[in-house]
């Protein structure tokens, strides 16, 4: 007896794709949700790109490169091109990897990077996003101690994440039209000010600029903060739709370049002079509105802090799934499916963003740390794009032409920002680093550890278990006895569980049952297959379930359970004399096998690394049991040596 069902009826897949339809629901959802990192960059682009003296050359060609950035790299390279690249409808850079990683090996590396630059992007973005709306007080009030407030918002940003944002996500959308409805007005209301300063549409003055002003390429670096929410358009895509994002797009690119028009045009009204640390979205504004102003910015903010720590949570989850991250623990506070809090990540990111305004003081310094991470994460997007590409059967010519043109502008964006390592560009290259270790340890120990995993077949030990399950002699240990196993193949289980059965300590049991958990490349499935291996004494399930589902093997499991009991193909009655004659069901107890490094090793030196490095991060979190959702008041986690080499040629000498 084998087949395969469903877990669910097919209604939460037609729910997760309701939103994604186009309509004017899924665009205030889209406009709430993706556009909150890059639709803050007003708050500050200009702001970098003219650090001194204020002169022609440098607005129009500021604004100019900012215009041709965001048609190039957000507008063609991402919303018109890389949204195709979708899997299942879901979006982001682990998404696209699942789509083209057996087409090499090295492309985890590619991910793993590109996944890590993202994530530290996420520690740098609240600060800098809130700091900037913040720091407008001080037009009003010179000498309020600004990154306090920072702070305290931050910290009351992160503690809600418990909760669930589906309460407040409700207002996003409306806040977030709001905020671009007023970056348009004021652009307007600046450019009739001073309207010669269209011609920075023409692409000459961004030449000008990089070519002919004294330092003007590495003033790339300042021009790109511009775009580095782009990737935040491609990560959330299963949230929003392709159609909702490519018709809000065209709503949020018009805003943001009024108001970039309409800052370039204060800044030429005031040629010649020195900013003296004047934000121009801030003086652009007039003095009644200033206040209000501020207060719509930094509602926006926030919105855009909350977009990235929701991402970074989705990334963590996507990594655990991808086996590129520890299993720690995920919860699921709300209904809403797809929205998940992850308890270790949250806490981190808080820590780090208290960090960064404590250390950086001034959103200026922190423009130092940010942006070279994420033109990172988009060079490997690039690379990964290139390869999807390929499965598409897509011309040669034009995947070396995309490669060629995409390769070297983010090359020019990532060697402009390099400029930025010395003044706080480490900090983003430090975090990213320290991901990237963790998630390369955790990627090659588990290749190490599916190595090392002796499995064997099931079939010569099914007697054995049958004889066990009725040998009166030894104390029944369960009535129904789980296993969880990493087997792929039906056909076998770990020599580890078997040893743990009959050997370590005898396990009777009426019924066993052998547990495998799949993780598709597709982010809904949620599929079970049961292989009957002994007639009513043990059954093999195996879960498929997609990299975005909830792991929550004890309900899944007690949903097979009551399927195979309607279907009257397992008597789950408990077998003890006085329970059976009532009909109680038996009890179900789980067990885990838990690694540990044996000292009966030896093994080569960069693996003897990674092992150790692998088992030190393994102790400050959660046991397995936790990740998959099972119910602790019957589990038992057994620890099992993981042997690397044993050790051999011991030189112990008898004495007499």
């Not at 010179?142 to 407030?149: A, G, S, V």
């Not at 903060?225 to 797009?249: F, M, P, Q, V």
């Not at 943001?256 to 005031?270: C, D, E, I, S, V």
């Not at 002796?454 to 040998?471: G, T």
Request: hydrophobic share 45%; net charge positive.
């Amino acid at each position: 007896m084998s087949d395969t069902k469903t877990l669910a009826d097919g209604k939460a897949g037609s729910a997760h794709h309701a939103h994604t339809a186009i309509s004017t629901a899924g665009l205030l959802i889209a406009l709430g949700i993706i556009y909150g990192d890059i639709g803050t960059s007003p708050l500050y682009v200009m702001k970098a790109i003219v650090p001194g003296v204020i002169t022609r050359d440098l607005v129009y060609g500021g604004i100019s490169a900012v215009l041709w950035t965001l048609t190039l790299q957000t507008t063609v390279k991402y919303v018109l091109l890389t949204l195709n690249a979708d899997n299942n409808g879901e979006g982001g850079i682990f998404s696209l990897y699942a789509l083209v990683r057996r087409r090499g090996g090295w492309l985890s590396a590619v991910a793993i990077v590109g996944g890590a630059a993202l994530l530290a992007d996420g520690v740098i973005t609240p600060p800098i996003s809130v700091s900037s709306a913040i720091e407008g007080l001080e037009t009003v009030y010179p000498h309020l101690p600004t990154q306090y407030i920072v702070i305290a918002i931050l910290c009351g940003l992160f503690l809600l994440q418990s909760f669930g944002t589906q309460i407040v996500g409700k207002a996003f959308g409306p806040i977030m039209f709001l905020w671009f409805t007023m970056l348009a007005v004021l652009g307007v209301y600046g450019i009739a000010q001073y309207p010669g300063i269209l011609q920075a549409i023409n692409p000459y003055y961004a030449y000008n600029m990089l070519v002919n002003t004294p330092g003007g390429f590495w003033l790339l670096g300042a021009v790109f903060l511009c775009t580095t929410g782009a990737e935040a358009l491609y990560s959330d895509l299963g949230h929003c739709g392709k159609g909702n994002i490519r018709i809000s797009w065209t709503f949020v690119k018009l805003c943001l370049l009024l108001n970039y028009f309409g800052q370039g045009a204060w800044l030429m009204n005031h040629e010649g002079q020195a900013l003296a640390g004047k934000n121009p979205f801030f003086a652009l504004m007039p003095e009644w509105f200033l206040l209000i102003g501020i207060g719509i910015a930094t509602i926006a903010a926030i919105i855009a802090s909350q977009a990235l720590i929701t991402g970074s949570f989705t990334l963590v989850a996507e990594a655990i799934r991808l086996n590129m991250w520890p299993k720690v623990k995920l919860n699921y506070p709300t209904d809403v499916k797809g929205q998940l809090y992850v308890p270790s990540m949250n806490r981190l990111l808080l820590l780090g963003c208290i960090a960064v305004v404590l250390y950086f003081q001034k959103s200026e310094n922190m423009e130092a740390a940010y942006g070279l991470a994420i033109t990172i994460t988009m060079l490997m997007t690039t690379l990964l794009l290139s390869m999807w590409l390929r499965t598409k059967r897509v011309p040669m010519a034009l995947i070396v032409l995309f490669v060629l043109v995409y390769g070297g502008i983010e090359g020019s964006f990532l060697v402009a920002n390099l400029i930025k390592f010395p003044h706080g560009g480490w900090v983003s290259v430090a975090i990213s680093l320290c991901l990237i270790a963790v998630m390369y340890v955790w990627l090659r120990a588990y290749y190490i550890k599916r190595r090392l995993t002796e499995f064997v077949r099931i079939d010569p030990y099914m007697d054995a278990l049958k004889e066990l399950s009725n040998d009166d002699s030894i104390p029944k240990y369960a009535t129904h006895l789980v296993f969880m196993s990493s087997a792929e193949r039906q056909t076998e289980i770990e020599s580890k569980i078997i040893y743990s059965i009959f050997q370590k300590r005898p396990k009777r049991a009426d019924i066993y049952w052998f547990v495998h958990v799949d993780t598709t490349d597709e982010p809904y499935t949620m599929e079970y297959k049961v292989t009957e291996l002994a007639p009513n004494d043990a059954f093999r399930v195996t879960f498929r379930l997609g990299f975005r589902v909830e792991q929550r093997i004890n309900l899944y499991f007690r949903k097979v359970v009551e399927d195979l009991v309607r279907n009257k193909e397992v008597d789950i009655t408990s077998r003890y004399e006085s329970l059976s004659k009532q009909h109680v069901t038996g009890d179900f107890r789980f067990v885990v096998l838990e690694k540990f490094l044996s000292v009966e090793n030896e093994f080569p030196f960069v693996e003897n690394l990674v092992m150790q490095a692998y088992f030190y991060i393994k102790q400050f979190i959660a046991s397995e049991d936790k990740y998959f959702g099972l119910d602790t008041s019957s589990v038992k986690i057994e620890k099992v040596p993981l042997i690397i080499t044993p050790t051999r040629n011991v030189s112990l000498k008898r004495v007499y």
